[in-house]
């Protein structure tokens, strides 16, 4: 399948080096964070996901250095019934945006480990295929668009303004979706 990432972005993750790829991954997995924690907030049983998922999101914007005991929390994250084969697949809204936040978060988690440009674009592409479906399914919204702009601003350096864009993006999303849930 081929990636939807913009070919300048993945060029500029292979020439950005760790620090560029913890930053855009970051910035990705702040992103999807609300479509995660809004949609399973209340559920029985998954405060504890609910505590790590946060705690990661916010420890991938520690872009200077690797994060502690990266494998353990990608396993750990593995483990999150969004993340588990499912025979009759996923077909319910919250779901399915669930699923790819913590995937989102799965990716970033793998490439502010590994530095590794293709695991940042993995990042960026279930991000992207997560938009693309909200668009789809909200009339004349723009997600994807708004989407492949964050990603090339997170390859600005600023992680600051970029924060502040990111937890924006995030509201608007979960919002977007929560209009869709029965």
């Known amino acids: ?7 300048a972005v993945v ?13 855009y991954v970051a910035a990705c997995a702040e992103r999807m964070a609300p479509l995660f924690v809004g949609l399973r907030a209340g559920a029985l049983g998954r405060e ?6 946060a705690e990661s999101v916010r420890d991938l914007w520690h872009a200077d250095r690797p994060l502690a005991d990266a494998t353990e929390g990608v396993r750990r994250l593995e483990r999150f019934w969004e993340l ?3 025979e009759e697949g996923i077909t319910a809204v919250a779901d399915t945006y669930a699923f790819f936040a913590a995937l989102c978060l799965r990716y970033a988690m793998v490439a502010h480990g590994s530095g590794s440009a293709d ?4 990042c960026g592409h279930v991000a992207l295929t997560a ?3 909200l668009d789809q399914n909200v009339a004349g ?3 994807l668009a708004e989407e492949q702009r964050l990603q090339s601003l997170s390859l600005s350096g600023d992680a600051s303004s ?8 995030g509201r608007e999303r979960f919002r977007a979706v929560l209009d869709h849930c029965p």
Do not use: H
Request: charged residues 20%; hydrophobic residues 45%; contains cysteine.
């Open 1 to 7: 399948m081929p990636k939807l990432v913009e070919g």
């Open 48 to 53: 504890a996901d609910l505590d790590f998922y």
């Open 84 to 86: 588990q084969p499912n």
């Open 11 to 23: 060029e500029a993750l292979r020439d950005g080096g760790g620090e560029a790829i913890r930053l």
């Open 119 to 122: 695991d940042a674009v993995s």
């Open 141 to 143: 919204a723009s997600y």
């Open 131 to 133: 938009m693309g479906m």
């Open 162 to 169: 970029l924060w502040g864009a990111c937890v924006t993006a």
